[in-house]
């Protein structure tokens, strides 16, 4: 198995660009989240889901957008990429019901808007 | 909302016991979780508490009292590739996660 894993692993924007990062388990979990992890920030919360096809904001989603049409993929979309969007973004999934509801991180995708 | 805190950084030598503590303010508990970081890498599971008392794992070992609201850390016998950073993360309802900045530790 995979885990969980993530693609692209980097990449650099101009401001104002748009781009898709690609979240992927194998594990048939049923929640899926993405965060981003700024230094001296701890990781946020972006957006999760909860099952396929839907989705709920976390605690910073101005300037992304997510879907989750497949429950083993999570999309999260930047449409017009600013400089402060510069983070590297994990995705992670979970059980929906289990003794502690570990969550599994992906590697990360670096991401550095100009 | 969550309220963590964690200190930034802490040293140690190889051998020696490290203690990383952690305090949170929430209106939900339901869980705290310890996870490692090691630089460049995906956080990885290490513990979970959501009764008081100690969970031991090895050389690992988290301690939670929910009625201060504090959790700690324990690493034993410290190797050079615990140097990483340590996050704490608290759930409130079945799934979100709230973490704290995380404790870089360096073995030397």
């Known amino acids: 198995n995979a885990g969980v894993t993530q693609t692209p692993k980097f990449r650099v924007l101009k401001t104002g660009q748009s781009m898709t990062l690609l979240c992927a388990q194998d594990m048939n979990h049923e929640y899926m989240y993405w965060y981003r992890q700024d230094p001296g920030m701890g990781l946020r919360l972006i957006h999760y889901?909860?099952?396929?096809?839907?989705?709920a904001k976390g605690e910073v989603p101005d300037g992304y957008n997510v879907s989750r049409l497949k429950k083993q993929n999570f999309l999260l979309g930047l449409e017009s990429a600013a400089p402060s969007q510069t983070s590297v973004y994990f995705c992670?999934?979970?059980?929906?019901?289990?003794?502690?509801?570990?969550?599994?991180f992906g590697p990360g995708t670096r991401l550095t808007v100009l | 909302g969550q309220n963590i805190d964690q200190p930034t950084e802490m040293t140690a030598t190889e051998g020696a016991i490290v203690q990383i503590n952690c305090t949170y303010q929430?209106?939900?508990?339901?869980?705290l979780f310890w996870y490692q970081q090691h630089a460049g890498e995906a956080p990885t599971f290490l513990s979970y508490n959501v009764l008081d008392g100690l969970e031991e794992k090895g050389r690992f070992s988290s301690f939670l009292s929910r009625s201060k609201g504090y959790s700690y850390l324990l690493l034993k016998e410290l190797q050079m590739k615990d140097s990483a950073s340590y996050l704490c993360a608290v759930r409130e309802g079945d799934y979100k996660l709230s973490f704290g900045a995380g404790t870089t530790v360096t073995v030397r």
């Open positions: 889901s909860v099952g396929e096809g839907t989705t």
């Open positions: 929430t209106s939900g508990f339901n869980g």
């Open positions: 992670a999934s979970s059980y929906a019901v289990a003794a502690y509801n570990e969550q599994f």
